[in-house]
């Protein structure tokens, strides 16, 4: 049985739109996904594009142009956001590939009922990110309505640079092995020496900013996460 490729995906937390612009110039030839972060300021202190700046976005919405270079990565956006349920379709019409939903912003049955009324609907992966100390109980209500999970590997998200938390990894190992097929992603914390006993306890996307932004070798740092992820 061939071994699954592990997918790098630079994540990109955009002051504003130029932000935004700048970080995929650096890596839209070097990786086939990015990971939006954006942040509304009431999840988490931080706020960020199209939050703290409009600019662009409604032009996005109604499809008068597309996001940054479209025709060369797929997008997914994290939605550190307090109300995930409003802000969606709006993505949706944006057009990304995969929406990251955190699970402690699902506090209604309502709220649940749309996430699942989404994935039936097919336009959109659908992502349930867990942080450190979520009720991974909470998933039961969602069984068979998402197509991934995203870790979160640091306790303050919404921050890039934060301490791994080694706790994590027993974590994904326990998720693994009662979902053996399910794609795993890893958000915070990511650096080259946990990046192999992520992988093995169960890992399949690995999500990195400041390692790979901060570098200043943005396809040397994305080349050697690669190699280390699949080696």
């Known amino acids: 049985m061939n071994k699954m490729k592990i997918e790098i995906i630079p994540a990109i937390m955009p002051d504003d739109f130029d932000d935004l ?3 995929l110039n650096l890596v839209n030839h070097h990786t086939e996904w990015v990971q939006v972060d954006v942040m509304d300021g009431k999840l988490t202190r931080s706020i960020s594009w199209p939050y703290s700046d409009k ?6 919405i109604h499809q008068d142009e597309g996001l940054p270079h479209w025709q060369n990565v797929n997008f997914e956006v994290d939605m550190m956001i ?3 349920v409003e802000e969606i379709p709006k993505w949706i019409e944006v057009g990304v590939s995969r929406i990251i939903v955190h699970l402690k912003t699902l506090k209604k049955e309502e709220d649940f009922d749309f996430i699942k009324k989404i994935k039936a609907e097919g336009l959109v992966e659908i992502s349930i990110a867990i942080n450190i100390g979520d009720n991974l109980d909470l998933l039961e209500k969602l069984e068979g309505y998402y197509d991934a999970v995203q870790f979160m590997g640091i ?10 938390q080694e706790s994590v990894l027993d974590n994904i190992a326990d ?3 009662k979902n053996k097929e399910i794609p795993i992603s890893i958000d915070g914390g990511v650096n080259f020496d946990n990046v192999q006993d992520l992988v093995k306890a169960g890992v399949t996307r690995i999500v990195s900013g400041s390692l790979i932004f901060e570098s200043g070798d943005v396809k040397g740092t994305i080349d050697e996460l690669e190699r280390l992820a699949n080696k």
Do not use: C, M, T, Y
């Not at 600019?55 to 996005?60: C, K, P, W």
């Open 21 to 23: 612009v700048e970080k």
């Open 55 to 60: 600019s662009h976005f409604d032009q996005l």
């Open 82 to 84: 307090a109300n995930p």
């Open 155 to 164: 306790e303050r998200i919404g921050f890039q640079g934060e301490e791994f």
């Open 175 to 177: 998720f693994r092995n």
